[in-house]
């Protein structure tokens, strides 16, 4: 007998599989953590905390398919901009600010990602690095490329560069903590993270020009 899904069910809400993933990304975002509780899970997203079960198989499958959502979102977005017309400052620059925006609206997901290539067997590690990583780093050998030819870049490894710039927006919006104990802020507001978009994009910058 095949299994029946879950939305069949005039219990289960429509939409319950992504609900689940943006109620995990949320607690995440809120409580500054890579986990999570499968009972704040189904309380905060009103759903059965047996649907994790059916739907990704474990805690551990949940959060493989909420790093898999996240990093997908980033590939794709830098795969359109990669198709675009652009001078290679300008692109340079989109990219910088929408590294900064998703590290500002999901802190968690170098953390998550670093967690699970490390719980994970080789094999689905070796799929991580392929679906996410991979393509992120032909992006920024493409991006480096391209300003060097055009006399606007200096030349620098190009995965180097990547960690530069995500290791930038990732600690900055990973330590809450340092805020609120050095600087007397814990809330990361709009206000700062335009603040620190304009610094990383202008820091980043300056670094690429030839005569740096």
Same mark, same amino acid.
């Given at each position: 007998?095949?299994?029946?899904?879950?939305?069949? !069910?005039?219990?289960?809400?429509?939409?319950?599989?992504?609900?689940?993933?943006?109620?995990?990304?949320? +607690?995440?975002?809120?409580?500054?953590?890579?986990?999570?509780?499968?009972?704040?899970?189904?309380?905060?997203?009103?759903?059965?905390?047996?649907?994790?079960?059916?739907?990704?198989?474990?805690?551990?499958?949940?959060?493989?398919?909420?790093? !898999?959502?996240?990093?997908?979102?980033?590939?794709?977005?830098?795969?359109?901009?990669?198709?675009?017309?652009?001078?290679?400052?300008?692109?340079?620059?989109?990219? +910088?600010?929408?590294?900064? !925006?998703?590290?500002?609206?999901?802190?968690?997901?170098?953390?998550?990602?670093?967690?699970?290539?490390?719980?994970?067997?080789? /094999?689905? /590690?070796?799929? +991580?690095?392929?679906?996410?990583?991979?393509?992120?780093?032909?992006?920024?050998?493409?991006?480096?490329?391209?300003?060097?030819?055009?006399?606007?870049?200096?030349?620098?490894?190009?995965?180097?560069?990547?960690?530069?710039?995500?290791?930038?927006?990732?600690?900055?919006?990973?330590?809450?903590?340092?805020?609120?104990?050095?600087?007397?802020?814990?809330?990361?507001?709009?206000?700062?993270?335009?603040?620190?978009?304009?610094?990383?994009?202008?820091?980043?910058?300056?670094?690429?020009?030839?005569?740096?």
């Amino acid at each position: 007998m095949s299994k029946t899904a879950p939305e069949a !069910d005039p219990d289960v809400p429509a939409g319950a599989r992504e609900a689940l993933l943006e109620t995990a990304s949320k +607690i995440m975002r809120d409580g500054d953590t890579v986990d999570i509780s499968l009972s704040e899970l189904s309380l905060r997203s009103g759903l059965n905390s047996a649907l994790v079960k059916y739907y990704f198989g474990n805690k551990a499958g949940l959060m493989k398919a909420l790093l !898999d959502r996240d990093m997908e979102a980033i590939v794709h977005s830098v795969e359109a901009l990669m198709s675009k017309a652009m001078d290679p400052e300008a692109r340079l620059r989109r990219h +910088i600010s929408a590294v900064v !925006d998703t590290y500002y609206a999901t802190p968690y997901l170098n953390r998550l990602l670093m967690r699970m290539v490390r719980d994970c067997d080789a /094999a689905e /590690a070796e799929r +991580i690095a392929q679906n996410h990583l991979v393509p992120l780093h032909r992006a920024y050998d493409q991006l480096i490329k391209d300003g060097v030819k055009a006399g606007v870049f200096r030349k620098v490894d190009p995965q180097l560069f990547y960690f530069t710039v995500t290791g930038a927006a990732d600690r900055f919006f990973a330590a809450r903590l340092v805020l609120k104990h050095c600087f007397d802020r814990d809330t990361l507001t709009e206000e700062l993270r335009d603040r620190y978009r304009e610094h990383v994009t202008e820091f980043v910058m300056a670094g690429l020009r030839p005569d740096s």
